[in-house]
């Protein structure tokens, strides 16, 4: 047995090493990097001093900063609401016998391969405050309209939407799966039971795929905290409801490439990453509660 | 194919990348006598063609040097450019700006082009002086202005003589603006009279100096936001949105004045030189708009003037043949292919009337005639920091969150302190 | 062999085929049709939300510049400007960045689809002492906000003297938490049989890997590889920042640069973006099939 084991690990070795070489260089030292990096104030073009904790010091009392944070957390909790739709969706699309499942998977999928640089501009028009489509639409139904990405109260909430629909496709596609591989006497017995379609849903879909949720959810909750792109190419920081909008990688990127204090940024960038671990060390946790592994 | 020979495949080719690595890079060393290659950092597509017309000609003088163009898309410029430099890697020559110049020279990042200025037989005389200040630092010169741009208020003739008022002309005031802007606001076609977006070079930077007062002081340490000047500088601005003869920060927000202004909502705008270009080319707008000169104010009619530079980067491994295409880009003859290009104004004087004859329709002539009294674009080492302040606290001000006193005084406040940071 | 997999997996019994993507069989479309009226009608919906944006796109792309700048915008344009697709190709050297967005992507792909999944199989199978650390290690990497890289990885490659080489473009992507972590949980899902039979013919774990694994492991890596396209084709602060070889720009860097610094080339934009996601869209509808079968394995565990 022992003899088994040594195998083992040499062989673990030959399979790992590569990747586990290449991580370390290119994305573990990185990380130790930007954690002395925090401890010190560097100048525009490199050349820096160690100066302890305190930037850790000046980051706990900067409200600004707090405040972007805050926004994230709600930037965040809005896009986990994409899980249930995704969730709904996806069992829609699994319905037996369900005709152009292949095209309707396509089309939910679109969002996901088209290009950053195009989807921004374009969601931009349609939330136009006086002409896009979207108030058009609203107006037909009689419902008011507002300048959905100017206006302080509407704005980070329209932005979420966009990230929503661009995750769609990949976690409609992952669910489509999980729902797939489901054996279908669990079904048979819930409906010898009599159990109807929405009950079945709940009561056998839902925990059997609750490892692909959570692993979704995992993936979502971490996506969102880093988010910095999308909020960025919608809501410019001429936005009056940028305030409202700007994110905590935003305040990394200003502090970090603009004002040039990198070793700010870099503390930022270490109390964030601290977080998302936090987050998902208590998500990990919970998901006793809720997992169900077969 | 099969998976283990996939495998030994992909390793090897893996193997062959890695391999590559020691032969990277571009030239084997080599002294400044063999053939050399150098790298020009730009960021504007458009004027792409110009610059190469530039390196070709500079190329048929110097065959032993040959120019590389490197166009990086103007969002990524400065974070790709500063990080280059950090790892010691930027374009031996490249395009510098006013606000980002003081940061690059102050921290050693640019030759000091006196040297260069000299061989190339160039006089600083031949450029406007506001520019050979901008990029002057301790006395010494590191950039070679290259272009310029003042402002101007661009307007659409239909709408104002579908409501029988005269064209503006380069010797009208502060008053007869703010009226006509008053008199062509129409609700009922959605329009108005004239867009006061938050902007700060085609916009409150001039109304500020043409009403006396000034953003930075001479010797960089402190902000004139806190003067009466400054506050009607920017109530010029925050009356016409008062007032509704300007749409509101949300609308424009959501629909940039400037495509306001093309759509034919918009009576008049600001805008900088660059602009003229862009009308000339849209069809539907060429016959329509025209420019004049900006509005005296209590001081007079005054514009900032901006314009780029050409600088050496400090650690280049070229610098003589850096300093040979420097001189080169600064001599008429670079300035002349600029003019025919007609996208911006070439700095070199006497060479702009090639740039004011290319689009005969507009009034042009009154982006030049600025030139004189202009007042230099200001900047400090680290000018985009005071930048996001102007515009998140003038943001607020311009929504009426915040009045425009006590939001100048804090502007101020803040500015002070980021000035202080840098001593 | 594929007949022992289906003898042995527990799981996949949702079709005869045992694919999980697999059409169901007509007859049983025929007799449920008419009560899935309210199924389409809400994933109709859905499909306009999805699709809306795209027919923006598309008709912005086909429009004049002038066209575009009417208020309020027109649906479609009056006349589509296909010369729109056409300056594309004038104004950026649409070939060459094309060629250039393939080698980046197929140099990442090739890489990650051996080195991810040699050591997703080592997590799923070896047991080692510390593979559970160890696996956490990798997966930590996953939480480090991706902005974090930049600068340190330029100073990597800078000292590597890499700078303005194709390896700069492809090797540090050739090492992925992800895809080991998607790997992993896909080799977790094959059933042991296979292999425990091959250790008693007396095959050593390489062999084990490379004749009986790997086949089976197509859709994992199909799955991994579609991923991987889709974010290696967009990448765009990467190349610019490590490259500034205007040859050497992938497709990327060029739609940005049609966003100047005071105006943006609209419809030359919009066409250059239709074009640039054809490809990728094209990939995802021939793999459909394969990438749901691959993240079926995977996604369903923990």
């Known amino acids: 047995m022992s003899r088994m084991r040594r195998n083992d690990l040499f062989w673990a070795g030959v399979f790992i090493a590569p990747t586990f070489l290449g991580l370390l260089l290119f994305y573990m030292w990185p990380v130790l990097r930007t954690l002395f990096i925090s401890f010190t104030e560097t100048g525009p073009f490199g050349g820096s001093e160690w100066v302890g904790f305190d930037n850790y010091a000046a980051l706990a009392q900067d409200s600004a900063l707090w405040s972007t944070l805050w926004n994230t957390v709600k930037f965040t909790l809005v896009a986990l609401l994409g899980i249930p739709l995704a969730l709904v969706l996806a069992a829609l699309l699994s319905t037996p016998g369900l005709r152009g499942v292949k095209v309707y998977r396509v089309i939910y999928f679109l969002p996901v391969v088209t290009m950053p640089a195009a989807v921004g501009l374009i969601w931009r028009t349609l939330y136009n405050g006086e002409v896009g489509v979207i108030n058009a639409i609203l107006g037909t139904i009689g419902l008011p309209g507002t300048n959905w990405l100017s206006n302080p109260a509407t704005a980070l909430y329209a932005v979420a939407v966009v990230g929503i629909w661009l995750g769609l496709g990949t976690q409609i596609v992952i669910f489509l799966a999980a729902i797939q591989g489901v054996p279908k006497d669990l079904y048979e017995a819930a409906q010898l039971d009599g159990a109807g379609r929405v009950r079945q849903f709940w009561s056998v879909t839902l925990p059997s795929i609750s490892p692909s949720i959570f692993f979704i959810s995992v993936l979502a909750v971490i996506g969102a905290l880093q988010t910095f792109d999308l909020i960025f190419v919608m809501t410019g920081t001429s936005n009056p409801a940028y305030p409202q909008t700007e994110t905590i990688v935003a305040q990394f990127y200003q502090r970090g490439f603009v004002d040039n204090q990198q070793g700010y940024a870099a503390a930022i960038a270490f109390v964030l990453l601290v977080l998302i671990v936090a987050v998902t060390a208590v998500q990990f946790r919970l998901q006793k509660k809720w997992v169900h592994y077969v | ?423 | 062999m594929s007949d022992t997999l289906e003898r042995t997996a527990p799981r996949v019994t949702g079709s005869p085929s045992g694919d999980p993507a697999a059409p169901v069989p007509p007859e049983a479309g025929r007799r449920w049709r008419p009560q899935h009226v309210g199924v389409h009608a809400v994933l109709l919906l859905g499909s306009l939300a999805m699709l809306g944006p795209f027919f923006w796109e598309l008709s912005t792309s086909l429009k004049t510049l002038g066209e575009t700048l009417v208020l309020p915008p027109t649906l479609l344009p009056a006349e589509p400007q296909w010369s729109n697709y056409r300056d594309v190709f004038d104004t950026l050297p649409f070939g060459q960045m094309f060629t250039n967005s393939v080698l980046l992507t197929a140099g990442r792909v090739v890489g990650q689809l051996v080195l991810c999944s040699m050591a997703g199989y080592a997590f799923a199978r070896f047991e080692f002492a510390g593979r559970g650390l160890l696996f956490g290690l990798f997966l930590s990497v996953l939480m480090v906000p991706s902005q974090l890289f930049l600068l340190p990885q330029y100073e990597i490659i800078a000292s590597l003297g890499w700078l303005n080489t194709l390896q700069a473009l492809v090797v540090p992507g050739l090492f992925s938490a992800f895809g080991t972590f998607l790997m992993r949980q896909f080799f977790l899902s094959l059933p042991r049989e296979l292999e425990e039979a091959a250790k008693l013919d007396g095959a050593n774990h390489w062999q084990i890997f490379t004749r009986i694994m790997l086949p089976l492991a197509k859709p994992g890596l199909i799955a991994l590889t579609v991923l991987d396209v889709l974010w290696s084709w967009n990448d765009l602060m990467w190349p610019l920042v490590v490259n500034n070889d205007p040859m050497a720009m992938p497709l990327s860097v060029g739609l940005a640069s049609l966003i100047g610094q005071y105006q943006v080339n609209t419809t030359t934009l919009m066409a250059g973006s239709v074009l640039a996601t054809l490809p990728v869209l094209v990939m995802f509808i021939l793999l459909q099939r394969q990438f749901i079968q691959g993240i079926a394995f995977s996604g369903s565990k923990g």
């Open chain 2, 1 to 423: 194919m099969r998976p283990a020979r996939f495998l030994a495949f992909s390793a090897a080719l893996l193997l062959g990348l890695t391999a590559c690595g020691s032969g990277g890079g571009g030239d084997a060393a080599d002294a400044e006598s063999g053939p050399v290659t150098i790298s020009y950092g730009i960021w504007d597509k458009n004027q792409a063609p110009a610059m190469q017309k530039i390196a070709d000609e500079f190329h048929a003088a110097n065959s032993d040097i040959t120019v590389k163009l490197q166009v990086t898309p103007f969002k990524q410029y400065w974070t790709t450019l500063q990080t280059a430099a950090t790892g010691g890697g930027a374009p031996d020559v490249f395009w510098m700006n006013g606000p980002n110049i003081k940061l690059y020279a102050g921290n050693g990042q640019l030759l000091p082009l006196d040297g260069a200025i000299k061989e190339g037989g160039l006089d600083l005389g031949d450029y406007p002086s506001a520019l050979v200040d901008l990029y002057t630092l301790d006395g010494k010169t590191y950039g070679i202005p290259k272009d310029f741009d003042t402002i101007g208020v661009w307007y659409n003739k239909a709408i104002f003589d579908a409501a029988k008022v005269d064209h503006p002309t380069d010797d009208w005031t502060w008053d007869d603006f703010q009226a006509t802007a008053r008199k062509l606001t129409d609700p009922a076609k959605g329009i108005y009279g004239a867009a006061a977006p938050v902007e700060n070079q085609a916009g409150f930077y001039d109304t500020i100096h043409s009403a006396g007062g000034h953003i930075i002081s001479a010797d960089g340490t402190a902000s004139g936001y806190g003067t009466p000047e400054a506050l009607h500088g920017i109530e010029f601005w925050t009356s016409l949105v008062k007032d509704g003869a300007s749409p509101t920060v949300q609308q424009m927000t959501d629909t940039s004045p400037y495509d306001m202004f093309k759509a034919g909502k918009v009576a008049m705008i600001w805008n900088g030189s660059w602009a003229a270009g862009e009308y000339n080319g849209i069809a539907e707008l060429k016959n329509t708009v025209d420019v004049a000169r900006i509005p005296t104010g209590p001081k007079g009619s005054i514009s900032v003037i901006h314009g780029l530079g050409n600088v050496i980067f400090a650690k280049t491994k070229h610098p003589d043949a850096a300093e040979k295409f420097v001189a080169f880009l600064g001599s008429k003859r670079a300035a002349e292919i600029q003019a025919e290009a007609g996208a911006v104004i070439p700095a070199f004087n006497g060479t702009q009337q090639q740039w004011v004859d290319s689009m005969p329709q507009f009034n042009v002539k009154a982006y030049i005639d600025e030139v004189a009294d202009a007042a230099a674009y200001p900047v400090s080492k680290e000018t985009k920091t005071w930048n996001a302040l102007e515009t998140e606290i003038l943001t607020k001000v311009w929504t009426g969150e915040v009045a425009a006193a006590t939001g100048l005084k804090e502007l101020a406040t803040q500015m002070d302190a980021a000035l202080a940071k840098e001593q």
